[in-house]
C-alpha cells in the first residue's frame, strides 16, 4: 500500500500554474507558540500528529538517527511477518510508551531506551528478558539475532525504515488507539492483558493492541499484573 507523500496529504495536491499571474510571496515561516500549538507537549512519536493543521513550511522534526535504527529493528524483529499497516501499529505502540513515559526502568525516556528496557519481573530480567525481546540475548527465548544486526543496506530495513519515517511525521495515524501493548498468537492470554484490554483493544494483522498512554504504575491494576 503506497503512503501519500506527507505534503500532499496535508495540503492536497497543488496542481498545475497553467495562468499568467505571479506566485503569491512565500508564507511567513511560523512563531515558535505556532509550532507548539501545532503538536502535543511531548512532540515525539505518534504524538507528532497535528491535532491542529500545521503551520505552512513546518515540518515535524527529525527523527534521531539512532533511536531510527532501534526502532527500525525493533519493528522488523516484531512485526515482519506482518502487513505494512501491523507494522506501522508497532511503531506507534512503540512510541506511545515514549509518549507515556514509565517503561525505561528508570532511564532516560527515549525511543532507544524503551525497546532495550528489561521486562519489570526482576527475576526475569536478570535472565536477560527484554520488554520486547527481539532483543533478548542470545540463548534466551525468543532473542532475534537477525534483527539485531539488520544492515541498513537490507531491503526490509529500508521498507521498515520509510514506515517508520511516515508514523514519526505522523503522514500514518495510529490505527491502535494509543495502544502500549500488543501481542500475537498465544495459548492463553497473558496475566498482564485484563486492565490493559479494558482501556482499549485493537486487532490489526495477527496481533491484538491494548492499553492506552497511561505508563505502569499510573493505572490501578497494571503495574501488579505486569510484575507477576
Excluded: C
Aim: glycine share 12%; no cysteine.
Amino acid at each position: 500500500m503506497a503512503v501519500q507523500d506527507l505534503t500532499s496529504l496535508l495540503y492536497g495536491d497543488p496542481g498545475t500554474d497553467t495562468g499568467s499571474a505571479p506566485p503569491p510571496p512565500a508564507p511567513p515561516a511560523p512563531s515558535s507558540a505556532a509550532v507548539a500549538q501545532a503538536v502535543t507537549p511531548s512532540g515525539i512519536g505518534s504524538d507528532a500528529r497535528y491535532p491542529v493543521s500545521p503551520p505552512m513550511g513546518w515540518n515535524a522534526p527529525p527523527l534521531n538517527p539512532i533511536d531510527r535504527d532501534n526502532l527500525i529493528k525493533t519493528v522488523y524483529g516484531e512485526a515482519s511477518d506482518q502487513p505494512a499497516l501491523g507494522q506501522a501499529a508497532v511503531a506507534h505502540a512503540i512510541l506511545n510508551r515514549v509518549n507515556a513515559g514509565g517503561y525505561t526502568g528508570g532511564a532516560p525516556n527515549t525511543i532507544t531506551n524503551v525497546v532495550h528496557a528489561g521486562v519489570p519481573n526482576p527475576r526475569d530480567a536478570a535472565r536477560g528478558f527484554h520488554e520486547f525481546s527481539p532483543w533478548n540475548p542470545p540463548g534466551v527465548p525468543e532473542s532475534n539475532l537477525a534483527a539485531q544486526h539488520l544492515s541498513p543496506n537490507d531491503p526490509n530495513y529500508q521498507k521498515i525504515g520509510a514506515i517508520v519515517d511516515q508514523v514519526y511525521s505522523g503522514a500514518i495515524p495510529d490505527p491502535t488507539g494509543g495502544a502500549t501493548h500488543y501481542f500475537g498468537y498465544m495459548p492463553r492470554p497473558p496475566k498482564w492483558l485484563p486492565p490493559l484490554a479494558a482501556l482499549n483493544t485493537t486487532k490489526i494483522g495477527g496481533q491484538t493492541f491494548v492499553g492506552g498512554y497511561s505508563g505502569p504504575g499510573q493505572q490501578v491494576g497494571v503495574q501488579t499484573a505486569l510484575n507477576q
